[in-house]
C-alpha cells in the first residue's frame, strides 16, 4: 500500500468518526422533536406555545444539520507542539464535539481556523502542515498537503498527495455548473479570507472585477459575522440585496450549507412591503428617478400638500357660524411644520390648532365662558363636521406614499411645481399615464414618500414597547425552562428559545419579522451588484441600517443601470460621508484566463473602469469565435449548431454529464425573443427553458446580458456582441465574463474594437 492510500485510509477514519457524530445529533434532535409533538395539543397556553416553541427549533435545527451534510470535514492543521501531545485540528462546516465535550472539529469560522485560509510558509502561524481533504459523499477521495513549516516538519511523516496546495482549489473551479452557486468554504483564498474576517462596523467596499469571488465572499463573510457576533445579530437580522430574483435563487443554497439560515434576501424592488413591481421604463427615464434630487422633489411635493385655501371658508356648526381663514391656516401650518415631524404626524398637530382656533370663534359667539369639559365636546363637534372636515383636508391631507408619487408621477402641474429646475423633456419623461404599474425606479421614491409622510405611530410605538416588554419576559422565562427542565440542553440557547415564543403558537422568525416590515432596521446589510444601486436605492438601504454595518460588493466596470455608479467615492462618499474602506480582489477564480483576456480588452477599449486581475486558469480552446457570413443572423443554423455543440462538449447530447452542465445563449434584448423562437424550433429544444421554470434549471436558457448579471454558466454562446456594447458596454462585458469554459461568438455583425482576432 502506497503512503497515500494508508493516509487517505486514516483520514477516512477520521472523516467517518465526524459524520457519525453528526448523525447522533440528528437523531437526538429527531427523538427530541417526536417527544415534543407526541404531547400533543392539550395543556395551557402557555405549555403549548412552549412546545410549539421547541417543536419549530428542533425543525430548524434539524434543517441545520441536514445542510450540513456535503463536504462535512475538509481540512486538517497540524500545529507545531514542542511537547508532540497535540491533537491535529479538524476543520468543518459546523464545529462538533463529542459526548464528553472533547473538540471533533472546528467551526471554519473559529479563530483556530484563521490558520487554514491565511497561514504561509512565510507566516506559518504555528502551523507545520495544512491538509486538504477531498471528499465525494462521505468517503475521502483524496488528500493535498502544504508544508509551512519544514523545519518543525523534518523527521515526522512525509507530505502527500499535490504539495502547492492548488488541487483542490483547480478541481473546484473545473467542476461542471449546476445553476445553483456552491459554497467556496474548503478554498477560500487568503486574500478573500482577510475580507471575510473583517470587523462587523462600518461599511466594508469590495471592489474586484468579474469572478473574483465578490458574491462568494460577501456570503461567507455573512456566515461569518452571524458566527461572531451572533447575539448582536440574530435579533437585528442580516438582510443581503441582489439584482434579481434569478440571482437571490442563484445563491440562495450558500448560506444555508454555511449553517445559517435565518437571512433575508431580497431585491431593492422588494423592500418596500405592499408594493409589487410590473412596469417597465426607458433608462433615463430610471437613472432621473435615480438622482439624489429626487429626494428634494419629493420634500416639495409633500410641503404642497399643505397648503392655505385663496379664500375664507365659512361653515355653520349648530346654527353658529366658524370661518376656516387663510392666516389661521397658514399659522397652523407653520406651527405645524416647525415640529419637524413628518406630514402626516404634523398634521395633528396642524389639526389641533386650527380646530382650537375654530372653538375660540365658535365659543366667542356663545357669550358665556365654557369649563375645559365643554370646550372639548365644542371641539369634537367641530372635528366631526364635515365642511370642516373636508376644509381642513383639503389644507393638508393624509397621504400615503403610493398616493403622493402616483400623484407626482402623473399630474404635469404637480410635477412641474416640485419639480422646477427639471427641464420640460425631464419632465415628460418621468410623466406616464394613471394607474400604469409600478416600476423598479419607482420604489426607492416610495421609500423616500414613506419617509417624508410617516405614519400616525402611536399605536406602533405602544406596540414596540410592549413587544420588548414580552421580549424580556420570555427570556426570563426560557432560562428557567432550560435550567429546570433540562430540555434541549446543548441544542437550543434561551435567546433562540425565546425568540420563538408567542402568544398563539410559534411566533415569526427575525427574518420573516423583518422581511414583513419596511421600517426594520438590520445588523447589517449585505449588497451584491451594488454597482447598480441609484443614488435614491442607496438612501432606502441606509434608512434600513442606521448603524452602517455594511459589506458592499460589486464592480464599476459592470454597470449596466444608468443610474449607477462609474466609481465608488462619487456614489458612496455622499450617502456615507466618506466613511467606508475599500478591499480589492484580484484573481479570477471563474472566467479562462483568454477569455478574461478578451473581455478586459474589449471593455479597456469601451472606456470601462476595468479592476486589474490574473485568471487562476486557462482552458484549451476558451475563446471561439465565428464571424462574418457563415453566422447566418440570429435565427439561423449557425447559433444551433453552436449549442448543439456545446451540449455534446458538456456530455449532456450523449448523456455522460451529471447533473452539471449549463449553456447560455446571449443576446441583445432586441434580438433574444428571435433567439429564443429559432432554438425552440430546433433539436436542442428539449433542454430549454421553455416549461416556465427558473432558467437556472434548464441545461440550456436565452438571456439578455443584463439577466446573467451576477450568475455563471459552463458555456456561454454570445449573440452579436456589437449589438450588446451599442446598448451598454458594461453589458458586453458582464456577458463576455459569465463562462467558466468557453465563450462562443457568433458576429455576422462584426466584432467590438478590441475583440482578438478569431482562430481559424
Ligand atoms: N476561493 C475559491 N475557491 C473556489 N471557488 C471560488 C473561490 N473564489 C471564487 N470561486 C468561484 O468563482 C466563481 C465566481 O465567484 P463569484 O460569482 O463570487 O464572483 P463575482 O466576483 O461575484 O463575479 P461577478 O462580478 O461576475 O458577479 C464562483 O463559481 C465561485 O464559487
Not at 482577510?194 to 471592489?207: D, E, K, P, Y
Not at 448560506?255 to 422588494?270: I, R, Y
Not at 474589449?602 to 457563415?630: E, H, I, N, W
Request: aromatic residues 4%; proline residues 5%; negative net charge.
Amino acid at each position: 500500500m502506497t503512503d497515500l492510500q494508508d493516509q487517505i485510509e486514516h483520514e477516512q477514519g477520521a472523516v467517518d468518526e465526524r459524520y457519525a457524530r453528526l448523525d447522533r445529533l440528528r437523531a437526538t434532535t429527531r427523538a427530541r422533536l417526536s417527544q415534543t409533538r407526541r404531547v400533543g395539543p392539550s395543556g395551557s397556553p402557555q405549555n403549548r406555545s412552549e412546545r410549539d416553541a421547541f417543536a419549530t427549533l428542533y425543525e430548524d435545527r434539524l434543517a441545520q444539520l441536514d445542510a450540513v451534510e456535503q463536504r462535512l470535514c475538509f481540512g486538517r492543521l497540524d500545529l507545531a507542539d514542542p511537547d508532540g501531545a497535540g491533537r491535529p485540528l479538524y476543520i468543518g462546516r459546523i464545529g462538533l464535539t463529542d459526548e464528553d465535550h472533547t473538540s471533533l472539529m472546528t467551526d471554519w469560522r473559529a479563530p483556530a481556523a484563521r490558520p487554514f485560509y491565511r497561514a504561509t510558509s512565510a507566516r506559518p502561524e504555528g502551523v507545520v502542515r495544512r491538509r486538504h481533504l477531498v471528499t465525494r459523499g462521505r468517503s475521502v477521495t483524496g488528500l493535498e498537503d502544504e508544508i509551512l513549516d519544514l523545519d518543525a516538519y523534518a523527521g515526522t511523516a512525509q507530505a502527500v498527495g499535490t504539495v502547492a496546495g492548488e488541487g483542490a482549489l483547480l478541481a473546484a473551479l473545473a467542476t461542471a455548473r449546476t445553476g445553483r452557486m456552491g459554497d467556496i468554504v474548503a478554498t477560500i483564498q487568503a486574500e478573500q479570507d482577510a475580507i471575510i474576517r473583517s470587523g462587523l462596523a462600518g461599511a466594508l467596499v469590495v471592489q474586484g472585477g468579474p469572478g473574483t469571488g465578490k458574491t462568494a465572499v460577501a456570503l461567507h463573510r455573512a456566515a461569518y459575522l452571524l458566527y461572531a457576533h451572533r447575539s448582536t445579530l440574530e435579533r437585528s437580522g442580516v438582510l443581503v440585496v441582489g439584482p434579481s430574483r434569478t440571482f437571490l435563487r442563484y445563491i440562495d443554497q450558500v448560506l444555508p450549507s454555511l449553517g445559517e439560515t435565518g437571512v433575508v434576501a431580497a431585491t431593492v424592488e422588494e423592500l418596500f412591503p405592499g408594493v409589487t413591481v410590473t412596469g417597465t421604463e426607458p433608462d433615463a427615464a430610471a437613472e432621473l428617478k435615480g438622482r439624489v434630487d429626487m429626494a428634494e422633489v419629493l420634500a416639495r411635493a409633500v410641503r404642497q400638500r399643505q397648503r392655505a385655501p385663496r379664500d375664507p371658508v365659512e361653515v355653520r356648526v349648530d346654527g353658529r357660524r366658524v370661518v376656516v381663514r387663510p392666516a389661521d391656516v397658514a399659522d397652523a401650518i407653520g406651527k405645524a411644520r416647525r415640529t419637524g415631524r413628518p406630514h402626516n404626524l404634523a398634521r395633528i398637530t396642524f389639526v389641533r390648532e386650527m380646530l382650537q382656533r375654530l372653538a375660540d370663534q365658535y365659543i366667542a359667539q356663545l357669550g358665556f365662558a365654557v369649563a375645559p369639559e365643554d370646550r372639548a365636546e365644542v371641539v369634537e363637534d367641530l372635528r366631526t363636521t364635515r365642511e370642516i372636515r373636508i376644509a381642513l383636508n383639503l389644507a393638508w391631507m393624509p397621504l400615503t406614499p403610493q398616493k403622493l408619487v402616483g400623484d407626482l408621477l402623473t399630474r404635469p402641474a404637480r410635477l412641474e411645481a416640485a419639480a422646477p429646475r427639471l427641464s420640460a423633456r425631464e419632465r415628460h419623461l418621468l410623466l406616464r399615464e394613471p394607474g400604469a404599474p409600478w416600476t423598479a425606479a419607482d420604489v426607492p421614491l416610495l421609500d423616500e414618500a414613506a419617509e417624508l409622510l410617516g405614519e400616525d405611530d402611536q399605536a406602533a410605538r405602544a406596540q414596540a414597547a410592549e413587544e420588548t416588554r414580552r421580549r424580556e419576559e420570555e427570556l426570563d422565562y426560557a432560562r428557567q425552562v432550560l435550567s429546570s427542565t433540562g430540555a434541549g440542553r446543548g441544542l437550543v440557547s434561551a435567546e433562540q428559545l425565546a425568540g420563538r415564543f408567542g402568544s398563539s403558537g410559534p411566533s415569526l422568525t427575525t427574518a420573516e419579522r423583518a422581511a414583513a416590515d419596511r421600517a426594520w432596521t438590520y445588523g447589517h446589510v449585505v449588497v451584491d451588484e451594488a454597482q447598480e444601486l441609484s443614488a435614491m436605492a442607496w438612501r432606502m438601504l441606509l434608512r434600513r441600517c442606521p448603524t452602517r454595518s455594511m459589506t458592499v460588493v460589486g464592480d464599476v466596470a459592470q454597470t449596466s443601470s444608468a443610474a449607477g455608479a462609474r466609481d465608488w467615492a462619487s456614489t458612496l462618499d455622499p450617502v456615507l460621508r466618506g466613511s467606508w474602506r475599500l478591499a480589492e480582489l484580484t484573481v479570477n477564480y471563474r472566467t479562462p484566463a483568454t477569455v478574461a483576456h478578451a473581455a478586459q480588452e474589449v471593455a479597456q477599449r469601451a472606456g470601462l473602469p476595468v479592476s486589474a486581475q490574473t485568471s487562476a486558469r486557462d482552458v484549451p480552446a476558451a475563446l471561439r469565435v465565428q464571424v462574418g457570413d457563415d453566422v447566418d443572423g440570429v435565427d439561423g443554423t449557425a447559433l444551433v449548431r453552436a449549442v448543439e455543440e456545446s451540449l455534446v462538449e458538456l456530455g449532456v447530447l450523449d448523456g455522460t454529464a451529471e447533473e452539471g452542465g449549463r449553456v447560455v445563449v446571449v443576446a441583445a434584448p432586441d434580438d433574444a425573443g428571435a433567439v429564443a423562437a429559432r432554438l425552440a424550433a430546433s433539436s436542442v429544444a428539449p433542454y430549454l427553458d421553455a416549461r416556465g421554470g427558473s432558467p437556472l434549471d434548464a441545461r440550456v436558457a436565452v438571456m439578455t446580458p443584463r439577466q446573467t448579471k451576477g450568475l455563471e454558466f459552463d458555456v456561454v454562446v454570445l449573440v452579436e456582441p456589437r449589438r450588446i456594447a451599442k446598448d451598454s458596454p458594461g453589458d458586453l462585458y458582464v456577458a463576455m465574463t459569465r463562462p467558466t469554459r468557453t465563450l462562443r461568438v457568433l458576429a455576422g455583425d462584426g466584432l467590438p474594437d478590441g475583440f482578438p482576432t478569431p482562430h481559424a
